[in-house]
């Protein structure tokens, strides 16, 4: 076996930047992409002779599929592309140009969108998957309005240096969002042993690593497995323990079910950064939305100003009279209402994250406290109370504003556990 892994591991080491191992373990190329596929020529075949599919037919095609299209990469071979990133990068120029044409088929287009957005919003939500559906709508949508703004707008240098820093500023912003949430480390003196399995795992390449996965074994990790089986773990390991993550969370922290960690001060899971925000990450978010928001304010008043300088700016996105008659205003005009609608949501979002600082509640946490009943909500919903960790208006955003600084370390193992391991290890003798 360990010859087997080197051999691998070495393969692996060697690749081109257009070879790849697929999902079987063997080592391809992307210019044979279209060949040897045994699944796909299947079932071609039973459809040809009228034969009925098999039921694994057509998770054995997605896999194939998701396993040949890759790109080539300079650096450890051609990498693996993620399906869901493709669709905006080509609906979303269709649409706005199809938008652009009529101002019904605008009205059409623009009311259909963002319910297709929420649509899949919440089809992905339901089942707890990960996607960059979202994130490559919105890097996209940021680009390709910005790309519109330089080839289709008359700006002067000012203006254009002001909406080009925005972008930056707010692209800037976002990696640094990405970072790290702020996810909470298990404690390494509850590590009980650690051992090598030769089974793979199921969401694991049979061939990496030679078939092997390590999995270091706590006590937490046989409560949370039996936990999991239906079984009551042995020990009270208190509200607080995470049977996934195998650790203790501090006040406040949450697990998050797509990311599949525990985040300190979890907050929510943002699909538009696809990533967590947390104790961490909280105020560059909040960074994030201000800069995208200015930005884009700013530059929907300078397209206005450019194809319907004869209206007020806060009429024209009602009223533009003409600006069909050319397809470059129109083209402008559609993304200026799509901006909008984006902006909308996102001033939306902005308003509740500055509320819930402002009460000292997490989206998390006001919808608990929603759903149980147990806080003081005003405004449909807008603004919950907990009263828990209020400390005041100037005292919450005071604690906002310093809690990146001083992370909570990994809490200690719970008394009971390190007893348990000790009445484990005298059983053994």
């Known amino acids: 076996m360990k010859k087997r892994a080197y051999k691998v591991v070495q393969e692996e080491e060697t690749l081109c930047c257009c070879e790849y191992v697929n999902r079987l373990g063997d080592r391809s190329h992307v210019g044979a992409c279209c060949c040897d596929c045994e699944d796909l020529d299947d079932?071609?075949?039973?459809?040809?002779?009228?034969?009925?599919?098999?039921?694994?037919?057509?998770?054995?095609?997605?896999?194939?599929?998701?396993?040949?299209?890759?790109?080539?990469w300079l650096w450890g071979g051609a990498r693996k592309v993620e399906l869901s990133v493709i669709p905006p990068l080509i609906l979303l120029p269709a649409l706005l140009h199809l938008a652009a044409l009529h101002y019904l088929l605008g009205m059409?287009?623009?009311?259909?969108?963002?319910?297709?957005?929420?649509?899949?919003?919440y089809f992905t939500h339901r089942k707890k998957g990960r996607t960059l559906f979202f994130l490559s709508l919105a890097l996209f949508s940021l680009a390709y309005m910005y790309y519109l703004f330089l080839t289709e707008v008359d700006v002067g240098p000012v203006q254009l240096a002001v909406v080009t820093a925005g972008v930056i500023l707010t692209l800037v912003a976002m990696?640094?969002?990405?970072?790290?949430?702020?996810?909470?480390?298990?404690?390494?003196?509850?590590?009980?042993?650690?051992?090598?399995?030769?089974?793979?795992?199921?969401?694991?390449?049979?061939?990496?690593?030679?078939?092997?996965?390590?999995?270091?074994?706590?006590?937490?990790?046989?409560?949370?497995?039996?936990?999991?089986?239906?079984e009551e773990p042995r020990g009270n390991c208190g509200s607080n323990w995470c049977p996934v993550c195998s650790v203790e969370r501090p006040p406040r922290a949450g697990h998050c079910r797509i990311c599949g960690v525990c985040v300190l001060r979890l907050d929510h899971h943002c699909v538009w950064i696809n990533?967590?925000?947390?104790?961490?990450?909280?105020?560059?978010?909040?960074?994030?939305?201000?800069?995208?928001?200015?930005?884009?304010?700013?530059?929907?008043?300078?397209?206005?100003?450019?194809?319907?300088?004869?209206?007020?700016?806060?009429?024209a996105l009602l009223y533009c009279p003409g600006v069909y008659d050319q397809y470059s205003h129109s083209l402008c005009f559609t993304c200026a209402w799509y901006s909008s609608i984006v902006t909308c949501g996102l001033l939306h979002l902005l308003t509740l994250q500055v509320i819930n600082v402002s009460y000292n509640v997490t989206e998390r946490e006001a919808r608990a406290a929603l759903r149980d009943k147990s806080a003081r909500s005003s405004y449909c919903g807008l603004v919950v109370d907990t009263g828990v960790y209020s400390r005041g208006f100037r005292g919450n955003w005071a604690e906002f504003m310093t809690m990146g600084e001083h992370l909570v370390p990994p809490s200690p193992a719970p008394a009971d556990l390190v007893a348990l391991m000790g009445v484990g290890k005298q059983g053994k003798m």
Request: some cysteine; overall charge positive; proline content about 7%.
């Open 43 to 72: 079932a071609c075949d039973r459809f040809l002779k009228r034969e009925p599919q098999k039921p694994e037919t057509l998770s054995k095609v997605a896999s194939v599929l998701t396993d040949r299209i890759r790109v080539p």
């Open 108 to 121: 059409l287009v623009l009311t259909a969108l963002p319910g297709l957005v929420l649509w899949y919003y």
């Open 175 to 230: 990696v640094h969002t990405k970072r790290d949430p702020g996810i909470v480390q298990p404690n390494q003196e509850s590590v009980h042993s650690t051992v090598t399995y030769y089974s793979p795992q199921p969401d694991r390449d049979p061939a990496f690593n030679g078939g092997r996965h390590h999995v270091t074994m706590t006590v937490a990790n046989r409560a949370g497995s039996s936990e999991q089986a239906g």
């Open 275 to 315: 990533s967590c925000v947390g104790q961490a990450n909280h105020r560059s978010f909040l960074l994030t939305l201000v800069f995208f928001l200015s930005t884009s304010l700013y530059g929907i008043s300078l397209v206005l100003q450019s194809v319907c300088p004869k209206q007020h700016l806060f009429t």
